[in-house]
């Protein structure tokens, strides 16, 4: 059974990184303009622009240059910077792993922070706590992420000055003087990414926590006489959280976005930086492979929530 | 019209409510100021071009929202940008409605179109969008139609899901089932019978359809992708980070964004308050 279900939601993952993957394919070999225009002068000899095409394998049928790319794709190879001459791959892999540290600690931050205020707002419900709460989640979910970031930016950088205002590392650090410096550059683009995320965790938290609190095995929990804060954290929490998992998977695509635009302002080397500076060159092979890895990235975490929602709750799994 | 008196009709008693609602007429009174405001930008300020003699001027008198690095008055700059965000946020939105509403209910009334049509709202939904859209800006050239464009191409799919699952309710109801026996039409049923119910939905996603779209346009023009001949809030916002007065002239930032923030949070609670109008349970 439980292998039945893992292997269906690897399927589905697989079906969605194969769309993902056709669609860049199509969109960037059916819109008009001419590739080839993208890395050399305009005014180039026509026996030069052959063998560039040639070189970028562009003057193949379509159907055989989407099979070749398929290929390539399989073999991890995501085809040549126009602009810098080395491989995709290299340009990109460098870059993951900061876009990964980056969003995986915005993302247990938001949850670390987002849960408790979920319930605050749930047990006081109707309160002035609440309220704010509310009207703070609402508006949180409106922010624009460059504002926030340029905002955090600008007072604790800047004016501030507790934090530096870009970059990922202090390139003369060592050791562990080389980890307090990560973490020193990462605490303000993860704050940026905290706050747009927040408010969708707490308003469902405390949506379903409500809900889980008029619930039967609530009352009789307080009936037997167990403590109030063990009625909440031990029994309802428990079983408020599954929704808010579902939040995690739904707000993927959000934070990604969120990354990109967050790492274009601190100057943070992940691939939303790469993604700005290949804007800046119309550096198209960058861009598609940038958007196939975070797709991959995306389906990948959404595989994982989904296999672990469907371990915490069984009922996922049978239906 | 003699029998108005005894019971008003579900419209009216929507509107009633609403009216009640401090939240949503606040936020409805703050949205049309928003429009006026880009309807009238060429009245309320010059559009700002060349290069001044102030340069990074703070707020002032002569300057309301201070200067930029060139010298150009940023109030203006918000002003002309309310004009193109909001116009590139509802053209798009509109477009992504049309085709979302499309798709949501023939996906629902045609029983062989629903597995590929849902299958396609799902997978364009699990995909992170703005790394695509940025794709497809660069590659079609920058313009306030590419960014149109692009937007409702990657907008439709959250409306379509939705129209889709309100369509659904209504497709088994027994008057379309009759609607069919009398030998009436496919688009004459979708039009006449399957519209009206799925409408009222689509009043929602309209205002949060745009307001995210205005976001995705910041974001791209953010980006520089956005177009280099007029100004919106992001433009100013992207001007900013590339002559670096990002993080020393504040105001260059501040007000923009503010905009922005203005627009989304007064969308997202006028679609709160018409929820809560509309649902005559919760009040």
């Known amino acids: 059974m439980r292998l039945r279900f893992i292997g269906t939601r690897l399927l589905r993952g697989a079906v969605t990184l194969w769309f993902a993957v056709t669609v860049t394919f199509f969109l960037v070999r059916l819109l008009p303009g001419d590739p080839v225009l993208a890395v050399a002068d305009p005014n180039m000899t026509e026996e030069l622009r052959a063998k560039l095409l040639a070189d970028f394998g562009l003057d193949q049928p379509l159907p055989v240059q989407y099979g070749e790319y398929l290929l390539q794709l399989v073999q991890g190879n995501l085809g040549m910077s126009f602009r810098q001459s080395i491989p995709v791959t290299t340009v990109l892999m460098e870059r993951l792993p900061w876009t990964l540290i980056l969003t995986l600690s915005a993302m247990i931050a938001t949850v670390v922070v987002g849960i408790p205020l979920g319930v605050l707002a749930a047990t006081k419900a109707k309160g002035w706590v609440d309220r704010l709460i509310q009207v703070a989640g609402i508006t949180a979910q409106s922010l624009f992420v460059p504002s926030v970031g340029v905002f955090l930016l600008y007072v604790f950088g800047v004016l501030l000055g507790w934090f530096p205002i870009g970059g990922a590392v202090d390139p003369d650090a060592t050791g562990l003087a080389a980890s307090l410096s990560m973490l020193h550059h990462l605490v303000l683009p993860c704050l940026s990414l905290v706050f747009i995320q927040l408010g969708g965790y707490v308003l469902t938290m405390r949506a379903t926590l409500i809900e889980a609190l008029g619930e039967d095995y609530v009352t009789l929990a307080k009936a037997k006489g167990v403590r109030p804060a063990s009625v909440v954290w031990k029994h309802a929490v428990r079983n408020a959280l599954l929704p808010t998992t579902t939040i995690a998977g739904l707000q993927l695509g959000a934070l990604v976005g969120g990354a990109v635009l967050t790492e274009t302002i601190y100057a943070y080397p992940g691939i939303g930086r790469a993604i700005f500076e290949a804007v800046g060159q119309l550096d198209f092979p960058v861009l598609q492979g940038a958007f196939v890895l975070l797709a991959a990235a995306v389906v990948a975490a959404n595989l994982i929530t989904d296999v672990a929602y469907g371990f915490l709750d069984p009922r996922v799994r049978t239906s | ?283």
Not at chain 2, 27 to 34: E, G, M, N, T, W
Not at chain 2, 145 to 173: C, G, H, M, N, Y
Request: net charge positive; glycine share 8%.
């Open chain 2, 1 to 283: 019209m003699t029998l108005t008196a005894a019971e008003p009709t579900p419209r009216r008693r929507t509107w009633e409510a609403f009216r009640r609602n401090p939240l949503g007429t606040g936020s409805a009174a703050v949205l049309i100021l928003l429009i006026l405001v880009a309807v009238c930008a060429p009245l309320i300020a010059p559009f700002p071009e060349g290069y001044g003699t102030d340069t990074s001027q703070p707020p002032s008198g002569a300057h309301w929202f201070g200067t930029d690095d060139i010298g150009q008055d940023v109030f203006a700059q918000v002003v002309w940008g309310t004009r193109v965000s909001i116009m590139v946020g509802v053209s798009a939105s509109i477009l992504a409605i049309v085709i979302g509403l499309l798709v949501g209910v023939a996906a629902a009334y045609f029983r062989r179109l629903d597995t590929p049509l849902g299958v396609l709202i799902d997978l364009s939904l699990s995909l992170p969008v703005l790394p695509l859209m940025i794709l497809v800006a660069a590659l079609a050239g920058p313009s306030v139609r590419t960014l149109v464009v692009v937007i409702a191409l990657f907008s439709w799919p959250e409306v379509a899901r939705v129209v889709r699952s309100q369509a659904l309710a209504i497709v088994p109801l027994p008057y379309v089932s009759a609607a069919r026996v009398v030998g009436g039409s496919a688009t004459w049923i979708i039009r006449k019978h399957l519209f009206p119910g799925v409408i009222p939905v689509v009043g929602v996603s309209v205002v949060l359809t745009t307001s995210r779209a205005v976001l995705a346009e910041a974001g791209l023009s953010f980006l520089g992708l956005g177009d280099p001949n007029s100004w919106s809030w992001g433009a100013i916002l992207h001007k900013a980070q590339m002559s670096g007065s990002l993080a020393s002239a504040w105001w260059t930032t501040l007000f923009p964004s503010f905009a922005i923030l203005l627009l989304v949070v007064a969308t997202t609670l006028l679609s709160v308050a018409y929820n809560d109008a509309r649902n005559h349970r919760t009040r």
